[in-house]
């Protein structure tokens, strides 16, 4: 398993926008599809979108098709979450989520691998 760290999250006004960073070690990153789920105070957490090993297929959510992007950069064992016109029901805790498949999970229980999460508050 690859061990991943999100990073920046923050605080960000309505309509805003903020990029999400997921740092994995290992040397077999570019095995991996990843993912990104949130989790909202009281809510179970939820998929957001998600990235095959190659970058060749992505897939989202509804809530946040033509907002949000995903992508990665196998050479620096990164995957990006491009937040757009942010509103203040993405409040959440990010996860990135790993998993060495040729598969791209689009649920939590397809992922082994997970970091602890980054913060995401907007503010209406």
């Known amino acids: 398993q690859v061990q991943l760290v999100e990073s920046g999250g923050g605080l960000v006004q309505a309509g805003g926008s903020l990029r999400l960073s997921c740092a994995a070690s290992?040397?077999?990153?570019?095995?991996?599809?990843m993912g990104w789920f949130r989790q909202a105070p009281g809510k179970e957490r939820e998929f957001v979108t998600a990235?095959?090993?190659?970058?060749?297929?992505?897939f989202y959510a509804e809530f946040v098709k033509g907002r949000f992007t995903i992508s990665r950069d196998n050479a620096k064992n990164t995957v990006y979450l491009q937040m757009n016109s942010l509103k203040p029901e993405d409040t959440a805790v990010y996860y990135c989520?790993?998993?060495?498949?040729?598969?791209?999970?689009?649920?939590?229980?397809?992922?082994?691998?997970w970091g602890q999460g980054t913060q995401v508050t907007v503010s209406s």
């Open positions: 989520a790993g998993e060495r498949t040729t598969l791209v999970p689009a649920i939590a229980a397809g992922y082994h691998s």
């Open positions: 290992g040397r077999t990153f570019s095995s991996y599809a």
């Open positions: 990235i095959s090993w190659s970058g060749g297929s992505t």
